[in-house]
């Protein structure tokens, strides 16, 4: 079968950026919410597609910290092309133990659409849209990617308003992991410092996940799980 779609139809790589940009403010602005990092008037209610959301205001300090966090580091570093993933992390303040982590994995799709990885399977959606005899090209759709992204926030949603409470004294980590072969070695995003690989790898450790799925645009690929002491084994949310 043959799908035939209008570029009007299709993200442009701009597009999709914001589209990135905006579910991975939308998934950690409503972790703080309904974890309740912080207190509710920092928040306000939002539209995000076709469902109510929450966006973070610059009350208190700890909230612009996170906003700075967003803004000139995770995004910086996608705009670059650099980020592989961002990890924002919930850790008790007397004990130091990590409680939960939400790890949100880019990957970049060159040549609108191919990639020099092999896809994995998640929420995303693509067309084929046949060539000649033999050729297909992918076609990804504005409204198809939309359904993906409100399927992966409402299973976040859900996910998280299951979890129980956190310590009364809790506090916010967040880590950026970069490609190592295009990264600079002496790049380093405000706000943010110089971490080992054995940190990383101590912390993960000590928790199980859950893979959510991802949002699968011609320009880039969202991949989202929680990790939690809450979890047993290693799994998929389920459908």
């Given at each position: 079968?043959?799908?035939?779609?209008?570029?009007?139809?299709?993200?442009?790589?701009?597009?999709?950026?914001?589209?990135?940009?905006?579910?991975?403010?939308?998934?950690?602005?409503?972790?703080?919410?309904?974890?309740?990092?912080?207190?509710?008037?920092?928040?306000?209610?939002?539209?995000?597609?076709?469902?109510c959301v929450?966006?973070?205001?610059?009350?208190?300090?700890?909230?612009?910290?996170?906003?700075?966090?967003?803004?000139?580091?995770?995004?910086?570093?996608?705009?670059?092309?650099?980020?592989?993933?961002?990890?924002?992390?919930?850790?008790?303040?007397?004990?130091?133990?990590?409680?939960?982590?939400?790890?949100?994995?880019?990957?970049?799709?060159?040549?609108?659409?191919?990639?020099?990885e092999s896809?994995?399977?998640?929420?995303?959606?693509q067309f084929?849209?046949?060539?000649?005899?033999?050729?297909?090209?992918?076609?990804?759709?504005?409204?198809?990617?939309?359904?993906?992204?409100?399927?992966?926030?409402?299973?976040?949603?859900?996910?998280?308003?299951?979890?129980?409470?956190?310590?009364?004294?809790?506090?916010?980590?967040?880590?950026?992991?970069?490609?190592?072969?295009?990264?600079?070695?002496?790049?380093?995003?405000?706000?943010?410092?110089?971490?080992?690989?054995?940190?990383?790898?101590?912390?993960?450790?000590?928790?199980?996940?859950?893979?959510?799925?991802?949002?699968?645009?011609?320009?880039?690929?969202?991949?989202?799980?929680?990790?939690?002491?809450?979890?047993?084994?290693?799994?998929?949310?389920?459908?």
């Open positions: 079968m043959t799908y035939v779609q209008s570029k009007s139809k299709q993200l442009t790589e701009a597009q999709s950026f914001v589209l990135v940009k905006n579910l991975l403010r939308t998934a950690m602005y409503t972790v703080s919410y309904i974890r309740g990092i912080f207190p509710q008037n920092c928040f306000a209610d939002k539209k995000y597609q076709n469902i929450k966006t973070l205001r610059p009350e208190t300090p700890d909230c612009i910290r996170l906003l700075k966090w967003l803004e000139n580091g995770v995004f910086d570093a996608l705009a670059k092309k650099y980020l592989d993933e961002a990890i924002f992390m919930i850790q008790g303040v007397e004990d130091e133990n990590y409680v939960e982590c939400y790890k949100f994995k880019i990957t970049y799709h060159e040549n609108n659409g191919r990639r020099s896809a994995s399977t998640g929420v995303g959606f084929m849209h046949k060539l000649g005899k033999s050729k297909f090209r992918k076609i990804f759709d504005k409204e198809a990617i939309a359904g993906s992204v409100v399927s992966l926030l409402r299973r976040l949603i859900q996910l998280v308003q299951g979890l129980g409470n956190l310590p009364k004294k809790r506090k916010l980590t967040m880590h950026l992991l970069y490609r190592d072969e295009i990264t600079p070695s002496f790049y380093e995003p405000t706000l943010f410092k110089s971490s080992g690989p054995d940190q990383m790898s101590s912390i993960t450790d000590r928790l199980s996940e859950i893979r959510l799925g991802n949002v699968n645009t011609a320009f880039h690929q969202c991949e989202m799980q929680v990790e939690s002491h809450e979890f047993g084994e290693n799994e998929n949310f389920p459908n």
